[in-house]
């Protein structure tokens, strides 16, 4: 079986895969304090409620935004699963002709992503992301990776609204009942869920003016659904971009000659 691993800023998102079938998935917070003891506490539970160990694990891959967790999982899988794993980064072959200004600069989930998104339902397509940033990506029809853009991710915009203004609460992101609000927390609620809609709308609308054609347009990350339902300009959700994208970029290595 192999091992997928996304490590981002706030949540670590691990994926089982048998063949193709993606087994199991589950979700932590990143620590870039923890030890790599504690990571291998917490993942060997996790594989136990279901039904695995660390004999069946057999292979893995992982990409991070967090660069000092790299080493920490390397040591987590060399010391528990004998095994070293493949970290997607600079060097890799992922089947994604990178056309920014300095390719360096572009995290490895987006890469992996447009990896992914290609594979699964073509080009031109625009992916995007919404965790701890929000992020577009856009990939031509051939499968390369043109740029995007960024923007404050939904929960630390509303973070920064509650920790900013002494008057605002913190409040649960959930569907808002109207546009206008008739609380302070209704009406945070449609401030940041609606903006957000119209902050997706409006930059995959500018984005297919600029490439001068329309695109099918994917989310992921931990508030695709919420924004999704609230709009017909998302073709597509799939949660689970980053870890497929990671199981097809490490078959492309694997199968490379020594």
């Not at 063949?19 to 917070?29: V, Y």
Request: aromatic share 6%; proline share 4%.
């Amino acid at each position: 079986m192999l091992l997928a691993i996304d490590i981002g800023n706030t949540d670590t998102t691990l994926g089982v895969f048998e063949g193709e079938e993606l087994r199991a998935t589950w979700h932590m917070a990143t620590g870039i304090h923890r030890m790599a003891d504690e990571y291998a506490i917490l993942l060997l539970n996790l594989l136990h409620h279901q039904g695995l160990g660390t004999s069946d694990i057999k292979e893995a891959v992982l990409c991070s935004v967090v660069p000092p967790l790299v080493a920490t999982f390397e040591e987590l899988f060399q010391r528990y699963f004998h095994i070293l794993p493949l970290v997607v980064e600079a060097g890799v072959k992922t089947g994604v002709r990178i056309r920014m200004d300095n390719p360096r600069e572009v995290g490895a989930d987006r890469i992996v992503n447009a990896a992914a998104a290609h594979h699964l339902y073509g080009g031109p397509i625009i992916i995007t992301d919404m965790g701890t940033a929000t992020t577009f990506d856009t990939v031509s029809m051939e499968g390369d990776y043109l740029g995007g853009a960024i923007a404050p991710g939904i929960a630390a915009a509303a973070e920064a609204l509650f920790m900013q203004a002494a008057m605002l609460p913190r409040v649960e992101l959930t569907h808002p009942k109207r546009a206008i609000g008739t609380n302070t927390i209704a009406a945070m609620q449609s401030g940041i869920i609606f903006g957000y809609v119209g902050l997706i709308e409006g930059m995959v609308a500018r984005i297919q003016q600029e490439l001068g054609e329309k695109t099918k347009v994917v989310a992921t990350g931990g508030f695709a659904e919420l924004i999704a339902g609230e709009t017909a300009i998302i073709d597509v959700v799939n949660p689970n971009l980053t870890l497929i994208g990671l199981r097809l970029v490490y078959l492309m290595n694997k199968a490379e000659p020594d």
